[in-house]
RNA sequence: GGGCGAUUAGCUCAGUUGGUAGAGCAGCGCUUUUACACAGCGAAGGUCACAGGUUCGAGUCCUGUAUCGCCCACCA
């Protein structure tokens, strides 16, 4: 008897919860329950979306997409994993508690202190994590969730810790004076990602130091100049070429300052007078030249951005003391040309604070120093970042993006890894006057821990590793490492790509992942990116509410080749919503017209049911190169075509007179054929709508598996 | 400023080694035929941004132009 749940349309809603659960009491997401003793391993881990967060349509697309490809693998034989997490967030979340705590009970974080502002937002963490969890639940997300790893779980703790220890042991962590994004507002260093730029009107002053200084140079910023200590000029610039070397002495508005001429290959000769007055200690690019030509770097701006040099300028604010020195300038007869020209203004993204270069005392990961790996062989982690990618080891699904990688690459400095916040893993450092110590835990009396955590990108970076037990030698870590694929958003590329590639190169000597599959970012109806402050959020939950979860699963894919950005348009949804009831009316009109054949016997096919059949095999076989290719969109718009527009449109529609007919050998041909084209039209779909199909295969009298989710990927006939 | 893309039907986008252009949605006409009106059938719609070049042949390769966008650097 026909399934009484075929009598109506297919209903998402009432569907999705139970068979998700199915699928999860099933255990089959778990590799170690998979049937059929399967050898070849098939990992995925899923970037981790942020734990105090609701999930939106990037995630979304990201769940559907490593879903479709998870599930193919799994049907194929693989032994599949695929393993959740959720991120801390460290900056994002402690700003959210912390603003709670103000509304609430306004209190800073200095009034609560370290330790109580922590058990507060593990507290909020643990209130909150389910949201996102459950909807990603509501995905279809087939994930082991036997193996879920949160980024400040107490193992992926221990192994952060674990990796600044080797890697300080290795040489490869230092502490130093760098130039760092100071924000005077909000008294914190910040991460280039947090800078925000504007472009403001700026006044560009043309001088020289005193009356003898023969080369004229350019700044917006007169008041730092008394913190120069060179003037670089490029090397074949032959304006200048006769002073290279030399040195000179002037008192700059009350400042004694000793000036060298240097060439340098950075300068460029066309812009201003092509001379760099060079302030190492608030400029990065300057640091560098003096770094290079073995220069002083004198501070002469504090955290609060006054002047701390003697004279007139001692202690006013930098703004005030840029008026003072153009002043000095002009009296003196030292200024040449003033000009109003447009200028892009570092500010921080939080407190819009402009951004002072200053050097402080941070944490570093030496990115060109070498170190000698257990064999001996000597290496750096620039060259391992590059050899990932020359060797082929890992490869980048999209060509531009491997350009772009390459481009990072080669212009990455040393990487800053503090953070001078209180939520994220501490290091692991412990002083005592002028001694310190690298370890877990206090040597004991008198001494005191490093007060700033890891930058989240150093953990992030092991996030491949931690997720598999490392530093354990786990059989999780030796069966599933590397895993084969990352896929993630490309506006992540530097930040993460490219530190797990540098974490696994140096912990394992191996990569993290062989293909790197950057999927587009979704764009509202506008093409506007998707962001909090725009308000333009698509919740993707409430979409699968209207039009089922496969629907938006599908919508969001299709037509989005890797690396291409898409809209989300609420009538695409709806026409795939209007496909998964397709499917459901083509499967309820070949279980009326198939009861009772019996499919082991015989039949005599046709040559049109012959040339049906090999069309179906044509699919399969596009599909499942699609599939190889990480092509998802193309595999899932063949699957479709073939279904709506070959399956139902002409073999159903052919069949029905057969089915009607007289001929009972033609009649039972008919019906194993299109049982057939079901059964196997549903496995080719079941990656990308998993929902419907897996409903319609519960209730197949005939199958090759109990459940679609492991049933055995179709082979074509033809090769 | 350096690097990298995009420009194809009204809208959103595919088009994998060069061989007479495709889908979804919207729109038009017809059809309520027991799988499905969340449907079927049919028609319409594009000098593939522009200008050159290579080729028997270019949406596809090369050069240039225009517009839009992304990444990096931030500029003295």
């Known amino acids: ?68 490809i998870v599930r193919y693998k799994r049907m194929q034989g693989f032994k599949t994993l695929w393993i959740p997490g959720t991120d801390s967030a460290a900056i994002a979340t402690q700003a959210r508690v912390e603003k709670n705590i103000q509304n609430a009970e306004g209190k800073s974080r200095y009034d609560l202190g370290r330790e109580e502002l922590l058990r507060r937002i593990d507290v909020y963490v643990e209130s909150t994590k389910n949201i996102i969890i459950g909807q990603m639940r509501a995905t279809g997300a087939s994930l082991d969730w036997s193996r879920y790893a949160y980024t400040m779980d107490a193992e992926r703790y221990s192994a952060v810790m674990h990796a600044f220890i080797k890697m300080y ?68 610039d032959e304006r200048y070429a006769e002073y290279v070397g030399n040195v000179y002495d002037a008192v700059f508005c009350d400042v004694p300052i000793r000036i060298t001429v240097v060439a340098d290959h950075t300068v460029d000769r066309e812009f201003g007078t092509g001379a760099v007055g060079v302030t190492p200690a608030h400029s990065l690019a300057d640091w560098d030249i003096a770094d290079r030509h073995n220069l002083q770097r004198p501070q002469v701006i504090n955290e609060y951005a006054k002047m701390t040099v003697e ?95 390459r481009h990072w690459v080669e212009n990455l400095r040393d990487w800053c890894i503090s953070r001078q916040i209180w939520f994220g893993h501490r290091i692991p450092v412990w002083y005592q006057g002028d001694a310190s110590k690298v370890q877990v835990t206090s040597p004991g009396e008198g001494w005191s821990q490093d007060e700033d955590v890891l ?57 993290p992942f062989k293909t790197v599959y950057f999927h587009g970012i979704v764009r509202d109806g506008q093409g506007r990116k998707i962001s909090k402050s725009l308000g333009n959020n698509i919740d993707p939950v409430d979409l699968a509410a209207k039009y089922g979860m496969d629907a938006v699963r599908i919508a969001l894919i299709m037509g989005m080749a890797p690396g291409t950005d898409s809209k989300v348009d609420e009538n695409k949804i709806r026409g795939y919503k209007n496909f998964a009831n397709k499917i459901w009316n083509i499967a309820r009109f070949v279980l009326e017209n198939t009861e009772g054949t019996d499919l082991t016997e015989t039949h005599v096919f046709s040559a049109e049911d012959q040339e049906d059949l090999a069309a179906l095999s044509r699919t399969v076989l596009d599909v499942t190169k699609h599939m190889d290719e990480y092509r998802v969109d193309l595999a899932a718009d063949r699957a479709y ?35 057939t084209i079901l059964t196997t039209s549903l496995k080719l779909l079941h990656p990308f709508m998993p929902f419907v199909t897996e409903e319609i295969w519960l209730a197949l009298p005939q199958k090759d598996a109990e459940l679609l989710l492991i049933a055995p990927w179709p082979k074509s006939a033809i090769q």
Not at 3 to 22: C, M, V, W
Not at 474 to 494: F, V
Not at 659 to 671: I, P
Request: charged share 25%; net charge negative.
């Open 1 to 68: 008897m026909l399934d009484p749940k075929f009598l109506k349309p297919y209903d998402a809603q009432s569907s999705e919860g139970r068979i998700y659960s199915t699928w999860e009491n099933s255990g089959y997401c778990n590799p170690d329950n998979l049937p059929h003793n399967r050898t070849e391993p098939f990992s995925i881990v899923l970037p981790p979306p942020n734990v105090t967060g609701t999930l939106h349509m990037g995630s979304a697309l990201m769940l559907a997409l490593e879903d479709m």
């Open 169 to 236: 042991e290795a040489g490869l962590i230092y502490r130093g004076n760098r130039i760092v994004n100071w924000d005077p507002k909000g008294q914190t260093t910040i991460s280039d990602d947090e800078i925000v730029y504007e472009e403001r009107d700026a006044m560009l002053y043309t001088f020289t130091y005193g009356k003898e200084f023969p080369i004229p140079i350019a700044t917006t910023r007169p008041e730092t100049k008394v913190g120069d200590v060179a003037v670089a000029v490029h090397p074949s």
């Open 311 to 405: 004279g007139r300028l001692h202690g006013k604010k930098t703004t005030v003391a840029r008026e003072e020195v153009v002043a000095w300038l002009r009296s003196e007869g030292l200024l040449i040309t003033e000009e109003k020209i447009k200028h892009n203004v570092a500010t921080a993204e939080r407190t819009g604070g402009i951004i002072e270069p200053l050097p402080k005392l941070q944490w570093f990961v030496a990115v060109n120093k070498e170190f000698t790996r257990p064999d001996g062989t000597v290496d750096t982690l620039k060259e391992v970042m590059r050899r990932a990618v020359d060797s082929g080891k890992t490869t980048f699904l999209t060509e531009r993006f491997e350009k772009q990688y």
């Open 455 to 511: 930058d989240t990108w150093f953990s992030s970076g092991l996030w491949t590793m931690t997720t598999l037990g490392w530093p354990n030698d786990t059989e999780d870590l030796r069966t599933y490492h590397p895993t084969a694929l990352i896929e993630t958003g490309y506006d992540i590329l530097s930040f993460w790509v490219a530190r797990m590639i540098l974490m696994s190169g140096f912990f394992l000597n191996d990569v």
């Open 641 to 675: 075509h073939y279904v709506w527009h070959t399956f139902a449109d002409e073999v159903i529609e052919r069949a029905k007179p057969i089915l009607k007919g007289t001929d009972a050998v033609a009649q039972r041909a008919t019906a194993a054929k299109l049982y």
